[in-house]
């Protein structure tokens, strides 16, 4: 076992950065979620790099192709989190019965009903559930490093819409679903790392789950644009959506609380985006009618009747909602998108610090990690930690996931910037 | 009488029922379609991007405001036609290879359209060797260029490269505007492409927050459109093809 690991230093380094208090160390995620993962070809990568046990590399994520960071490669990286994940995919179809597949020329596995069939353009269609019978709900097109949705909205009729038909995807969880989440929840809980898990129906409006890629035949309002025309337009149909959706959703979490208890420390709420590269999607009007019931209400919920922490992921310019997030309940901010404009890290840290925690902030995905030097990387890592680590309330993560076509070097970097700050390089 | 006032507000409320019903009773009326957009649907549309430049509007207005306007504009195309009325310019534009996302695209186009140009939309994932064949068949003033994802932003450079080597070259002193996430020195990133330097900037990753819709002023009388930005996700590389191309008459 790790240095990081022993004695459950990294669980207790990242419960005191979020509580803010100050950590021994920063502690460090890469893996943990859908929005904090690795491109699998890295993956692949960064296990040879590290000299690791040669195998390919699980894609546990179909949908942005994530490679699953198993605990050498954690340790390795110097992770202190682990994510506890729904076995079932954006895709339908679950993380079991693995078998090869070339990707790109690389050897991976995947779940046994990724099933494809490529097109004359050499596009790669992914299937939901698996089933070769349904239209197809992804396209990778060909040479691309992972999926899209494919817009499938042949049953909406502007005039006859139901709210049921956008409520397809969040069902009651079955005694199954419960023992599956209860398994792994406890095959994830060895007291080292932290725990952070997505047990989804909780998402409000996340574009990426609007088209439903894992139902086969879905109905209502599931193309990207209808959505966003109808969260102005059809205000009292998100309405109805949003409500029946939480009050599912909140059935579902006690339901798992009652199996787990306080077995998890932090739970990843929602991934709806909110803020643009320069702008937001919306008012913060419209956020406060639309969305902030719903946030208050499931945040209320959590944190008077468990300990988990409250995850929320919104990428871009999102800074004029974190003191909505706040009065709503939330206590983790996500990816923490310094590019975008109006978020610079110190004023951040300064205005919101004591009151959210960054995961994220770690070092730029759009420019500098993919297309800048290990030296560029470095400087930012490190000024990065400076600005945002003091007092805690800090984990860190490269801002989003590790993208495809990201030099090893300039992940090493990274990591190495994150040690060296810490004086152990 | 057809109320151009009415039409103006329907396409600037994005109420596309009302905007198709005034365009209806404008036809009815013989109204000359050149003066509904004119002195209704490019006024709205102005005015839609000046409130998306406040922080007033948002994507969800900017498509609401974009499909009244369309609506509209389905019912004046043929007409149009008929009168002989010569578009503003002609324009290409599409998603890079790669990408699949459109939204952005699809409010330039809806905006330039607007702003009378007629816009051939070659969709997404668009190898550039689709992009050359239409500006061989279509001869446009302005070519542009959508993206984005950070790992689709260099087929950008390789859709230019295409072009060029097509000897569809930018005339001299062609204004190229980029449009990228981050507005500062969009010229600059124009010419790092032009100069076969790396591409250091880089639109939204995936998940990065969605769409980046162009803010289109269009200045008629000097027929030159200029795009104000504001945002991430789609860039948006404008170029301006002339020369070696005869132009259509």
Known sequence: MSVIDQAGLSKQRVLDAISHRNPDRVPVDFGATAVTGIHVSCVAALREHFQLEKRPVKVH???????????????????????????????????????????????????????????????????????????????????????????????????????????????????????????????????????????????????????????????????????????????????????????????????????????????????????TQTSSFCSVSTFRELWFPYYKQMCDWIHRNTGWKIFKHSCGSAERFYESFIEAGIDVINPVQ???????????????????????????????????????????????????????????????????GTPVANIVAMIEAVKEFHGEA | ??????????????????????????????????????????????EVGRLYECDEYFVPELLLSARAMKGALE?????????????????????????????????????????????????TDVTPEKFVAAVQQKHPQIVCLSALLTVTMPAMKTTIAALEN????????????????FPVCPADRCRRIRRERQYRRNPGTKDGGGNRPLDVRLNSRRNQCSFTQRQQGEASSISRFSGTVPRRA
């Open chain 1, 61 to 275: 994520e179909p949908f942005q192709m994530l490679g699953l960071v198993e605990d050498d490669l954690r340790q390795a990286l110097g992770a202190d989190v682990r994510g506890v994940f729904r076995r079932g995919t954006m895709f339908g179809f679950k993380t079991e019965d693995w078998k090869p597949w070339c990707f790109n020329g690389l050897e991976i596995l995947v779940p046994g009903k990724f099933n494809t069939t490529v097109t004359p353009e050499g596009d790669t269609l992914i299937y939901p559930g698996g089933d070769f019978s349904a239209k197809p709900s992804g396209r990778m097109p060909k040479g691309f490093h992972f999926f899209d949705a494919i817009i499938r909205q042949d049953h909406f009729d502007p005039d006859r819409l139901n709210a049921e038909d956008n409520l397809e995807e969040f069902q009651p969880l079955t005694e199954d679903d419960l023992d599956e989440i209860a398994t792994d929840t406890a095959a994830a809980d060895r007291g080292d790392c932290a725990l952070l898990a997505s047990f989804g129906g909780t998402a409000l409006g996340d574009i990426a789950l609007v088209p439903v890629p894992h139902l086969a035949d879905p109905w209502g309002i599931r193309d990207i644009t209808e959505w966003y025309i109808s969260t102005r337009s059809r205000r009292d149909y998100i309405h109805q959506i949003f409500s029946r959706q939480v009050e599912i959703g909140l059935a579902n979490l006690a339901r798992i609380f009652a199996r787990i208890g306080n077995g998890i420390d932090i739970l990843f709420l929602c991934g709806t985006d909110f803020g």
């Open chain 1, 338 to 404: 310094c590019s975008a404009v109006g978020m610079d890290p110190a004023f951040l840290k300064s205005k919101y610090g004591d009151r959210l925690v960054f995961w994220g902030g770690g070092v730029d995905t759009q420019h500098v990690l993919p297309f800048g030097t290990p030296s560029e990387v470095r400087e930012q890592v490190l000024r990065r930690c400076e600005i945002l680590a003091p007092g805690g309330g800090f984990v860190f993560n490269a801002i989003h996931n590790i993208q495809a």
């Open chain 2, 1 to 46: 009488m057809a109320d151009l006032k009415k039409l103006y507000d329907a396409v600037l409320n994005g109420d596309a029922k009302t905007a198709v019903a005034v365009t209806q009773s404008a036809i009815a009326e013989s109204m000359n379609p050149a003066t509904l957009i004119s002195e209704a649907m490019i006024p709205a549309m102005a």
């Open chain 2, 75 to 123: 019912l004046l195309r043929p007409l149009l036609a008929e009168t002989g009325v010569q578009p503003t310019g002609r324009v290409i534009i599409g998603t890079v290879k790669g990408d699949l996302h459109d939204i952005g695209k699809n409010l330039v186009s809806s905006m330039l359209e607007g702003g009378g140009f007629e816009v051939t939309d070659l969709g």
């Open chain 2, 166 to 181: 097509a000897g569809l070259q930018a005339s001299e002193g062609a204004r190229r505007r980029c449009t990228g996430n």
